[in-house]
């Protein structure tokens, strides 16, 4: 859309600005409204212009008003970027995105900076000797690729890691796996795997998919709003306007943490527990609605399986006992029952201080159970609200930029490799060849391909480098790491990250700024930087927490040397020999594969999670139409979207012309599948030991099948009489296959049109009888203070995970570290940056708003350790890792415990990199990385890193 000659205020954006500190202190506005300020957008904060300035605008050129959305947290908030002559001279937020209706928090408010930053990287660069030296992409991709290859030659296909990004859009994730697969390796992952993996496994392991389960917006019509373990005001800010709408309706809020947050400040009732005691205290909730009847009986009789056994662990926990666990008093978790279970439908909400723990799996499915227990589940205003971190995770996640599965969460057996093989179009045996022929590992007794055994994760590369190789299940130890999107100081065990990174072949950076990675080693050589755009500089989809797939426009041009994602994708598969392979059905524009055929493409597989209907063409329509979207229903009121919901939220069933809505509410029985409904999943079979896992007496309106069903096949549908429904074409497809399988969506269409779910009516699970605990239990962090604890609540015996690398458990609990490091260490966000920081702290918007890494400590601690306020203090952590931060005495933490935030880098053990960083590209902010002290700990079932209860002392600098 062009703005005219005819609306002159429209331009204001960017025509002339005015510097914030100036303008704050010629305004007399204080530190709170320097606070305020900082929540408007650029366009917000700049002075108004005369009339012949802005004529003037118009004379140098139109102007230009493209849609995007905020590149940083998973809300998807709307960007009305202004645009003349190819320069982004100005933004507002969209005013009338049903997301974020027209506000935006500090790090919104600055995405422009991000388009036109000067420290960005510029153009692709090596280091020799010690001295970057600049490259043209031709040689840079050249010499990297001629490095692969021989490494491939001499160690295998899995020596080379390809770890991806949160932050590539939904075409260049999806791209990006099918592009590792044809290299020939499951050793690909991305950052999902440190914020929520345990969330996808937990809750995709209790009802069936994986994800948020309603909205932002449905948050409105909650009647009880309790957070765990999330601290939403600065980690999802905008998410805010959402909470309070449902408080602003009567719901009353229960924060639940270690640390007195600023979502804590917003709480009717805020709970501190001690960290990693988590399913304790929601235990202890539980004992309290059983205890007094409070349960959903209906509900759990007709929709869950196994809650008796979950009846038995509760028992255990009587107000006593949780509190001598968690240090939560029994007043306080019965009143928290209490407004749960009579402030019905109420929504739980975590985040990253639930899922990363060693038992962050049995944190998940606990909130899952409580939902469960409440019959909270499938209800507007309940569900699991579940906040992703960046702003296309829960995409990059959907698309397999994962190490256990292919796109879709169709897993690596054979069956899923089938299924991608015939989507891509190339023969099976073709991939088979691109793998390891001469490494099987053993599972269950049997000696399999490593293509169809998990690769690697991202918070263990560094073991995939130190380890023994021959503790290490694949041919070889990993000799190339290819970051591409990914802030390494947002992972545990710094030093030994410095040391693998050293120990490699070669260190290749894909990322629009050079990012920790290219500072934190010693190394001198064998380093390669290569710039790529940012998601402004491009276009495509992206999804967000809700699972609202949203369509990107370009804003501008790729700036400097910078190359869209898929773009070095396609360089680097020309380099390899399969770029024909690659996009043999994706139109490729001289180097840069066309966006829209590879949406298409991927319509054409994804049908186990409904990424099927939201076509190009339906995507872009919406984005164009934002106004006409109920912005508590998410459902278009009219215009040429009438009656889908915004974003066209996965699952959205079948092939685009059928119109299915999307899926707004998931699990919900009220509401026909054809308009978004659908039950539980039957994604674990029809029993187990005897019993019915299929759903008793409970069916989606308008079923044709009132009672449980299993998931649909070709076979179903004819024992059904429903097989003749299918097209001729249809059925030749459909023979032999099932709803996941079926490229037609014949077999999704007949069992929609009848009323049906495709995947099947099934109970919800309490028990995941496949998981090390079955029924989550508590156990003590590896690095703990309550040695009383550990013999009655020990961790795991040390194992083997994930395949590939042996994971310490108790090997490290058997140690007492608390005596010489005392101090409980937990970490999190802060609402100035986001993840590892380095695009956020070169932003000199954000900058300004916070410029020290810090930590904040308790003034009894502080006054033990000699320690004031602002003062440089020491932290030691018990791995040998050490860092030099300032001091923030603080009651937001209680005796015996401190928190840091995770964003800061370019410092390492008291030493400035600035040194180290390519010309021109040094952040405004560095400071030292707290997972520099952060400890060694993973998830049971999927290796996410503990990075919420450690150890560590302080002592003053």
Known sequence: MKLTKRDPAAIITGVSGVNRRTFLKGSGIAAGGAAFMSMLPTAMIQKADAAERRQAAYDEG?????????????????????????????????????????????????????????????????????????????????????????????????????????????????????????????????QARICHSTTVAGVANTWGFGAMTNSYNDIHNSKAIFIIGANPAEAHPVSLQHIFRGKERGAPIIVVDPRFSRTAAHADQFIRIRSGTDIPFVWGMLWHIFENGWEDKTFIEQRV???????????????????????????????????????????VIWCMGITQHTVGNSNTRALCILQLALGNMGVSGGGTNIFRGHDNVQGATDFGVVSNSLPGYYGLAEGAWEHWARVWNVELDWIKQKFDQTKYEEVEGTMVSPMYTNGITVSRWIDGVLENKDNIEQNDAIKAMVLWGHAPNSQTRGPEMKEAMEKLDLLVVVDPYPTVSAVMNDRTDGVYLLPASTQFETYGSLTSSNRSVQWRFQVIKPLFESLPDHTIMYKFAKKFGFEQELCNQIEVNGEEPLIEDITREYNRGMWAVGYTGQSPERLKLQSENLHTFNTTTLKAEGGPCDGETYGLPWPCWGTPEMKHPGTHIMYDNSVPVAEGGGPFRARFGVEYDGVNLLSEGSSTVGAELTDGYPEFTADMLKELGWWDDLTAEEKAEAEGKNWKTDLSGGIQRVAIKHGCAPYGNAKARAIVWQFPDPVPIHREPLYTTRRDLVEKYPTYEDRRSFYRLPTRYGSIQAQDFSKDFPLIMTSGRLVEYEGGGEETRSNPWLAELQQDMFIEINPADANNAGVKDGQQVWVDGPEGGTIKVMAMVTQRVERGVVFMPFHFGGHYQGKDLIDNYPEGTVPHVRGESCNTVFTYGYDSVTAMQETKVSLCRIRAA
């Open 305 to 347: 399986f196994g809650m008796e056994e979950i009846r038995k662990e509760v028992a255990n926990w009587p107000p006593a006992e949780v509190e001598r666990v968690t240090g939560a008093k029994e007043a306080d978790i019965y009143q928290a029952a209490k407004t749960m279970a009579e402030h019905r439908p109420g929504t």
């Open 62 to 190: 139109e102007i230009t008003r493209v849609r995007s959305v905020c590149s940083h947290c998973s809300v998807g908030c709307g960007v009305t970027a202004e645009v003349q002559n190819g320069v982004w001279i100005g933004q507002e937020p969209s005013f009338d995105h049903p997301f974020n209706l027209g506000s935006h928090c500090a790090k919104g408010a600055s995405v422009r900076e991000h388009g036109h930053g000067d420290k960005r990287l510029k153009y692709p660069m090596k280091k020799v000797d010690g001295k970057w030296q600049r490259l043209s992409w031709e040689q840079a991709i050249d010499e990297i690729g001629t490095q692969m290859l021989n490494i491939r030659e001499t160690s295998g296909p899995d020596s080379v890691y390809w770890l991806g990004s949160a932050k590539f859009s939904n075409e260049q994730a999806y791209l990006f796996r099918k592009f590792a697969a044809f290299w020939g390796t499951n050793n690909v992952d991305h």
